[in-house]
């Protein structure tokens, strides 16, 4: 069975929680920066982070992400709903370094 986690606030962990994903509750982008390594050590195939934890550290999503590419690390929307362009940055980095170019909205 694969081992699946998700790195949120408390309010964004519980439904996760509730059907069996591990839940780390973080509150700053550096404690979840180590967590993330961590959890990536441990063989971890599936990790989500809310996007308010991950807009500060998408550097360290996408070089984990470089280095282990049986990992897949998703970010999630969180109750706070403040940083909402996270997801789509990451995205964007995605397929600029699949297509070589960034490309037009």
């Known amino acids: 069975m694969s081992r699946i986690a998700i790195i949120a606030d408390k309010q964004t962990c519980l439904p996760f929680s509730g059907i069996g994903i591990d839940a780390v509750i973080c509150q700053t982008s550096g404690e979840t920066g ?11 195939e599936v990790i989500f982070v809310s996007e308010s934890l991950a807009a500060n550290c998408l550097e360290v999503i996408e070089d984990i992400s470089e280095q282990k590419t049986s990992l897949t690390i998703t970010i999630v929307p969180d109750f706070s709903r403040e940083f909402s362009r996270v997801a789509g940055q990451r995205l964007r980095n995605l397929i600029k370094k699949a297509v070589g170019m960034e490309l037009p909205e």
């Open 34 to 44: 180590r967590v993330l390594r961590k959890l990536s050590e441990e063989g971890y």
